[in-house]
C-alpha cells in the first residue's frame, strides 16, 4: 500500500479526536514511521501545502470508506433502513466533528477572484481622502511613537495595500451548495443498490409496456433525490454539539437520530408507493387507449378497406 493511503486509512479512528485536519494526518505518520524527522514536509510533499488539500483527501477517504461499512456481505437483499443505520452509525463515530466533513464539502476546491481595476481617476480621488489617526491610550503613547502612530494615512496608501496582498485581484466569498446533495447522492445510490438491484441477474433487462426495453426512468432519479433528502435530513441530528459535561463514549445524538431515520423513511417509502401506484395506473390508461386504438383501426378497416 502507498504511503499517502496508509496514511489515510490510519487517520480514520484519529478523526474524532483529531478532525478531519492534518494533525490527524501527522499523527497517522508518527505511528507508522516514528523515525521520520519533519513530518510537515512529508504531508506537504503528499497532499500539498496547506490544510484545505490534505482535508478534503480525508474527508474523501471517510466516505469512500462509509460507503463501505453500509454493505453487510449478505448475498440476500438488505433493508432500507438497516443500510442507512449502518451508515448513521459509521458517521456517529465522528462525533462532533461530523460538521467540518460538511464544511469541507461546501468549501470550493478554488476561490474564485476578479481582476482589481487599475483607475488612476480613482485613485487620486482616493488620495485626497485623509483617514484619522487610529487611537492610542496616552499610557501607551511615548514620544518615539506618538508621531507614527498619529500619522494620517490615506485611502489611496491603504489600497495599494489590498493590491499588493491579493495580487491584484478581489477574492469573492463562495460556497458550493451541491457538495453535501452530491454526498447524500452517493449514499442513497449505494444504499438503493443494495437493496434492490445486489441479487438481480445482470442479464435481466427491464421491459416497458410495449416490451421495449428501458434504461432509468424518472422513478430512478426520484428514488434517489428522494432518499438523498431524508438522509440529509436524518444526519443533520448528528451536526449539533454535545451536551456540557457529557461523558458519554457514544455519540449522545445517535438514538434520536435513528428515531429519525426510521420516521423519515417511512415517509419517503408513502411518497413512493404514491408515486408508483400513479405510475400504473398511466400504464393502464396507456394500455386502455392502445385497446381502443387497435379497436376502432380494426373496425375501420373491416367496413371502408
Excluded at 468549501?107 to 474564485?112: A, K, L, M
Excluded at 480613482?122 to 488620495?127: F, K
Excluded at 428501458?214 to 436524518?234: D, F, N, Q
Aim: glycine content about 4%.
Amino acid at each position: 500500500m502507498a504511503l499517502r493511503q496508509q496514511l489515510l486509512s490510519n487517520s480514520l479512528p484519529l478523526i474524532s479526536s483529531h478532525s478531519f485536519a492534518r494533525p490527524a494526518l501527522i499523527q497517522s505518520l508518527r505511528q507508522i514511521k516514528p523515525e521520520v524527522q519533519n513530518p510537515d514536509a512529508v504531508i506537504d510533499t503528499l497532499f500539498g501545502t496547506g490544510s484545505v488539500a490534505s482535508s478534503r483527501a480525508l474527508v474523501e477517504k471517510w466516505e469512500e470508506e462509509g460507503l463501505k461499512s453500509m454493505n453487510s456481505s449478505k448475498e440476500t437483499e438488505d433493508d432500507l433502513e438497516e443500510v442507512l443505520k449502518r451508515r448513521i452509525e459509521y458517521s456517529s463515530k465522528a462525533g462532533e466533528h461530523l460538521v467540518e466533513a460538511y464544511a469541507n464539502l461546501t468549501t470550493p476546491s478554488s476561490t474564485p477572484s476578479i481582476p482589481l481595476p487599475s483607475l488612476p481617476i480613482l485613485r487620486t480621488l482616493l488620495s485626497t481622502i485623509k483617514i484619522p489617526p487610529s487611537y492610542v491610550p496616552p499610557v501607551l503613547q511615548s514620544s518615539s511613537s506618538s508621531s507614527s502612530n498619529r500619522k494620517s494615512n490615506s485611502a489611496s496608501s491603504i489600497l495599494d495595500q489590498i493590491v499588493s496582498t491579493t495580487n491584484h485581484r478581489i477574492p469573492l466569498l463562495s460556497i458550493n451548495p451541491l457538495g453535501p446533495l452530491g454526498y447524500a447522492w452517493r449514499i442513497a445510490d449505494e444504499a438503493l443498490f443494495l437493496c434492490e438491484q445486489k441479487v438481480k441477474a445482470k442479464a435481466l433487462i427491464k421491459k416497458g409496456y410495449w416490451n421495449e426495453p428501458t434504461g432509468p426512468g424518472p422513478e430512478w432519479y426520484t428514488k434517489r433525490i428522494g432518499l438523498s433528502i431524508v438522509y440529509l435530513a436524518t444526519e443533520s441530528n448528528l451536526l449539533q454539539p454535545y451536551p456540557a459535561n457529557s461523558l458519554s463514549t457514544t455519540n449522545p445524538h445517535l438514538e434520536k437520530t435513528l428515531l429519525a431515520l426510521r420516521t423519515n423513511l417511512q415517509r419517503y417509502k408513502s411518497t413512493i408507493s404514491n408515486l408508483e401506484r400513479s405510475e400504473e395506473n398511466m400504464g393502464e390508461v396507456a394500455g386502455f387507449i392502445d385497446y381502443v386504438a387497435k379497436s376502432w383501426g380494426g373496425l375501420i378497416t373491416s367496413r371502408y378497406f
